[in-house]
């Protein structure tokens, strides 16, 4: 695709539920990362994944938070028994190659979660 | 404990002015710092990414310059444009993740 595309754009859920949420990324990126942003802060790092592995998952908050990626391309963030503490915009990006510290990160729009 | 700290929090100035955005950080170690700009309900754009070993970097009106001595690095943006409105975040490359300021979010007033 021409970018990095993240569904839903927007997604309101009780506290206690489950989402999903899924980033499609941009084709032939090996890298796909994972952030958080709440609101007037800049994104916090969730999780990165050089292909179907997950290489560094020490942001995400506790064990309600899950990643997988298990074909390499288009991943999805699960979370448990939401809390109104996780509302937040969660982005998306995707790179050529990962780990590299040179290597660009293409954003998604990201999905912004609410929880009543 | 690794940090990237922003100056100022909100800008505010008219079109066609200058204006210059502050970063300062203490992250090591340090591969290279990034600024994005990052439009309301969008994800960032990478504008400039600079090593240790450039002081300057240019994107058309947008001129990032680095002080690894310091640890310091500024945005300017010339001759501003109503497009120009949007959070400026600054961000340093340390240990394969990337440690993000806050933003400065610059508004433009025709």
């Known amino acids: 695709g021409a970018g990095v595309s993240q569904t839903p754009s927007n997604k309101v859920t009780e506290k206690g539920k489950y989402v999903e949420l899924r980033c499609d990324p941009i084709s032939g990126h090996t890298a796909l990362y994972w952030y958080r942003q709440s609101l007037g802060q800049g994104p916090e790092f969730l999780i990165y994944?050089?292909?179907?592995?997950?290489?560094?998952d020490s942001g995400l908050p506790n064990d309600r938070f899950f990643a997988v990626r298990p074909e390499g391309s288009v991943s999805t963030l699960k979370i448990q028994r939401t809390e109104r503490g996780d509302s937040a915009v969660y982005l998306c990006?995707?790179?050529?190659?990962?780990?590299?510290?040179?290597?660009?990160?293409?954003f998604g729009p990201g999905t912004r979660l609410t929880v009543l | 404990k690794n940090q990237v700290e922003q100056s100022p929090q909100s800008l505010i100035i008219l079109e066609g002015k200058n204006c210059t955005l502050q970063?300062?950080?203490?992250?090591?170690?340090?591969?290279?710092l990034r600024w994005y700009k990052q439009d309301t309900g969008r994800g960032p754009v990478s504008l400039t990414i600079m090593t240790f070993s450039e002081n300057t970097k240019s994107n058309g009106r947008y001129t990032a310059t680095l002080d690894a001595d310091t640890k310091q690095s500024s945005l300017h943006i010339t001759a501003s444009q109503l497009s120009d409105s949007a959070s400026y975040i600054c961000v340093v490359w340390s240990n394969y993740q990337l440690i993000w300021g806050a933003g400065t979010k610059l508004i433009i007033k025709p």
């Open positions: 990006a995707s790179s050529f190659r990962g780990g590299l510290s040179y290597n660009e990160q293409f």
């Open positions: 994944f050089q292909g179907t592995g997950a290489a560094d």
């Open positions: 970063c300062n950080y203490t992250v090591s170690p340090f591969s290279n």
